[in-house]
């Protein structure tokens, strides 16, 4: 059991500092995605070695695994459209109006990429909160 409770304290305080760096998206929306890719993937490793005999304790343990799914689903969603507008960005234009157009869609999207990188911070926030009562709890 100490090993259990050295892993969850470990968790719990490297991954908050993660998680402000993601919600600040200090390096950037690419980066900030894969970084909580990364914390997902861990979370998840967390959720399934930890051990309940308490029936509330483990429909909490499912219910934030499928969390953790649907959350990491739309991480890799924002990473995929990051991708694709670094690609977009660098592509050449012929002439003003591809230009224009080009410079109208990027700020489209760096608008989108921001609004999506804030919802999907808070969702993660949220998450982070919930799992570390659970763990904490059980």
């Excluded at 861990?42 to 499928?66: C, F, H, M, P, W």
């Excluded at 977009?88 to 608008?111: D, G, M, P």
Aim: hydrophobic fraction near 40%; proline fraction near 1%.
């Amino acid at each position: 059991m100490p090993q259990d409770h050295d892993e969850i304290a470990s968790f719990i305080t490297e991954e908050t500092h993660r998680l402000a760096t993601i919600s600040m998206n200090d390096y950037g929306f690419q980066l900030s995605a894969r970084m909580a890719l990364s914390y997902l993937e861990r979370a998840t490793r967390v959720l399934e070695s930890k051990r309940s005999r308490n029936q509330e304790i483990i429909n909490a343990l499912g219910a934030l695994k499928a969390a953790a799914a649907a959350i990491a689903r739309e991480y890799a969603q924002l990473e995929k459209f990051c991708t694709d507008c670094e690609r977009f960005s660098h592509q050449e234009t012929k002439n003003v109006i591809e230009w224009i157009s080009k410079w109208v869609v990027r700020a489209i999207s760096r608008e989108y990429m921001g609004t999506a990188s804030y919802h999907l911070a808070h969702k993660i926030r949220t998450f982070h909160s919930m799992l570390c009562s659970v763990l904490i709890e059980g």
